[in-house]
Structures are given as C-alpha cells and as structure tokens.
C-alpha cells in the first residue's frame, strides 16, 4: 500500500507565497516522477510541475517562473513553492507519482490533494 500525503495548502491573497509538501511511504519499489497537478471547479486535471529521480523538471506553461519543484529522495518527499500566486491558481493540488517508467503524464500513485486559493 502507498500513501500519499500533501500539506501546505491555504488562503493566500494574490502575489503572495504557498510550498506545498507531498510525503510518500508504503511500499514503493521506487519513485521514478513525481507531480503536482491541479483541478480548478469546472475544470479538467491539470499537470502544474513534475520531477524526476535525476532532477530533470517540467513545468506548466502558465507556472513557469513562479512555482518550482523539487524533491528529497532520502524522505520520498517532494515539495511545490508557489510565488507570485494568481486568483486563476485557486485549484486543488494533487501530488502523484510514477513508480514504473519515465513518462511525463502517466502517474500510478495518487494523494487526496489540498485546497490553494488565492484572493484577488
């Protein structure tokens, strides 16, 4: 069983900072990506950032700039830090991972996700 864990959501007015955090434990035979993703109401799922094991990163074109991922391998934790917040990034947050391949958009492993919403 793998249990993903995020924290860090909020309330925060527009312009202003969040860092998301995602823990994972059970049993992972490894972690190869792992991802934030989004949901707006109304919204398809979307992919915000994502990282490799190797650190290699990709990033939304709508976030570029002002979010950044990045990882701690030895605590199977990513985290998410999110400046510049718009009211248009009012979504709930969902980490993921891929523990099977390299792909970008495939992702086994699912948290429950977190609330960020930004006031204007």
């Known amino acids: 069983q793998v249990q993903l864990v995020e924290s860090g959501g909020g309330l925060v007015q527009a312009g202003g900072s969040l860092r998301l955090s995602c823990a994972a434990s059970?049993?992972?035979?490894?972690?190869?990506?792992m991802a934030w993703h989004r949901q707006a109401p109304g919204k398809q799922r979307e992919l915000v950032a994502a990282?490799?094991?190797?650190?290699?990163?990709k990033y939304a074109e709508n976030v570029k700039g002002r979010f950044t991922i990045s990882r701690d391998n030895a605590k199977n934790t990513m985290y998410l830090q999110m400046n510049s917040l718009k009211p248009e990034d009012t979504a709930v947050y969902f980490c993921?991972?891929?523990?099977?391949?390299?792909?970008?958009?495939?992702?086994?492993?699912w948290g429950q996700g977190t609330q960020v919403t930004v006031s204007s």
């Open positions: 993921a991972i891929n523990s099977w391949s390299s792909n970008w958009y495939a992702y086994d492993y």
């Open positions: 059970g049993s992972i035979s490894s972690i190869n990506v």
């Open positions: 990282i490799t094991i190797g650190d290699s990163t």
